[in-house]
């Protein structure tokens, strides 16, 4: 990292402080030259401000010139005396006062040449900083270390985000990751600015994308040091990835069995799962992609993740945890939202299963297939469906074929149906109703917007034709499965 310290042991330059002597270890981006009274709409944070003073006309002058690079964050003030006879005393004074370093250069040292040499020395502190996170990298690929060291060269914090808003790496304050992400994925994941933070995508292809933040009001940050460690990131992100692929490997018998018919039972003593299993299916277009997205949702689960895939679904075994939130389906709906736009699928479904001991593991796997195919019936880009949100019937109607299904409810409702049919009636909808109403006439009768004893009259015809009592719960519930068996 370039200080102004280390432009001010630069031999070649001769500079001298004359102000903030104690702020000499101020970071330094770039050089910027003006001779405006007002600079401020020009200069950025960080830089390395020159001028020959021909701004100062007479005392007070000084005092705007310097509250703008004060405000702007700039890190020194380089200034030459040549055309003032000095430094003016006032431009000492507002320098110490707004804590502007200031340092003096020779009036025989042309301003081309104080240019080259910080370019010079900006450039091999760039230089210097690469190859020190380089080495870091070769030492220890984490990401928190590359964070870490990455943070320490550019002189400001930095975070790694999931675009789904997970903080990866990082720590300090942090303004809501939210906002962070929504404008990165505004950008359509491309370079952007948010407010004080700079934002950087991170290479690789993966079903969710990273980004990196650096806060830019403290230390503004060099580019090609940003993309050198959004760089790093990458390859450890990648590294991580196929460590994570291979240690999932000793899952992939028991999820094929899970999604064929075979008996799991011989494969979960190679899983290494115990206790009671979550099961999570992901249906994406690549089950690439799914395995990818759950891979980021579970990122942060205490317990044991096995990852795998299976034709074109993805799944995920996961080790039950006193912290697995109750809102788990809508916050990772909610995540999913949020970075839609940079999805590759055009549909993220999602069910999920269990918790179930290993014994009852291939119910939880059906239970899962049954939510996604609940999800599929929602309306939305990205569904996720808890097997606990689909009622009983349905998953029990999901497993039976569909030529099963029709053959059930023509058996049961047929009378009813034809009846319908030949004289324009819908006592069909009216049972549906009152069977919804939990057999209440008065609750239905309102529903339907009839007299509850025209209610009760359309109840005993439809009984009559079915030949059962539709007072009678266990006749109920086989009426009301075969009146669901259609949708």
């Known amino acids: 990292m370039t200080t102004v310290k280390t432009l001010l042991d630069i031999p070649a330059l001769r500079l001298r402080v004359r102000a903030g002597g104690d702020l000499l270890d101020r970071a330094v981006t770039r050089i ?72 003096e250069a020779p009036a025989d040292l042309s301003f081309a040449v104080i240019t080259e040499r910080v370019v010079l020395a900006l450039a091999a502190g760039s230089q210097s900083a690469r190859k020190r996170l380089l080495s870091v990298a070769a030492e220890d690929a984490s990401l928190d270390a590359l964070v870490e060291h990455g943070s320490a060269e550019l002189g400001a914090p930095c975070w790694v985000l999931s675009a789904t808003g997970r903080v990866v790496a990082g720590s300090g304050d942090l303004p809501p990751v939210s906002t962070l992400v929504q404008r990165f994925v505004a950008a359509r994941g491309l370079p952007t600015h948010v407010d004080d933070y700079e934002l950087t995508p991170i290479g690789g292809r993966h079903a969710v994308p990273w980004l990196l933040a650096v806060r830019r009001d403290l230390v503004p940050a060099a580019h090609d040091v940003i993309d050198e460690l959004a760089g790093l990131i990458g390859l450890a ?15 992939e018998p028991l999820i094929e069995l899970l999604a064929g018919s075979g008996d799991p039972a011989g494969a979960f003593g190679s899983s290494g799962l115990s206790g009671h299993i979550r099961v999570l299916v992901a249906r994406t277009p690549d089950a690439r992609e799914g395995r990818g997205l759950l891979a980021d949702l579970l990122a942060d689960h205490p317990g044991r993740v096995l990852l795998g895939e299976s034709d074109e679904d993805a799944y995920a075994l996961i080790e039950d945890h006193p912290a697995w939130p109750g809102d788990w389906a809508s916050t990772a709906r909610r995540s999913l939202s949020t970075v839609e736009p940079l999805l590759l699928a055009s549909r993220v479904l999602i069910g999920i299963g269990g918790p179930a001991p290993l014994s009852a593991l291939r119910g939880a796997s059906e239970e ?13 880009v990205v569904e996720v469906v808890a097997g606990e949100q689909v009622g009983m019937h349905r998953l029990l109607l999901a497993g039976a074929p569909d030529e099963l299904r029709s053959a059930l409810r023509q058996r049961v409702l047929g009378p009813l149906l034809d009846y319908d049919a030949e004289q324009h009636g819908d006592l069909v909808h009216t049972i549906r109703v009152y069977l919804e109403c939990s057999s209440s006439p008065a609750r239905a009768a309102k529903a339907l917007h009839v007299h509850v004893n025209t209610l009760r009259y359309r109840v005993a015809k439809a009984s009559e034709l079915l030949g059962v009592d539709l007072t009678e719960f266990t006749q109920q519930v086989d009426v009301y499965l075969a009146l669901k068996a259609e949708s």
């Open 32 to 103: 910027y030259g003006t001779e405006l009274a007002d600079p401020g709409r020009y200069v950025s944070a960080g830089e390395f401000v020159l001028s020959g003073l021909l701004w100062w006309k007479g005392p007070g002058d000084a005092e705007p010139f310097v509250a703008a690079l004060a405000k702007a964050g700039a890190a020194a003030l380089a200034a030459s005396g040549a055309d003032t006879g000095g430094i003016p005393g006032d431009l000492i004074e507002a320098c110490d006062r707004h804590r502007i370093p200031l340092l």
């Open 237 to 251: 992100r990648s590294r991580d990835d196929e460590v994570r692929r291979v240690s999932d490997r000793i899952a």
């Open 368 to 380: 899962a297939r049954h939510a996604v195919t609940a999800a599929s019936l929602r309306p939305g």
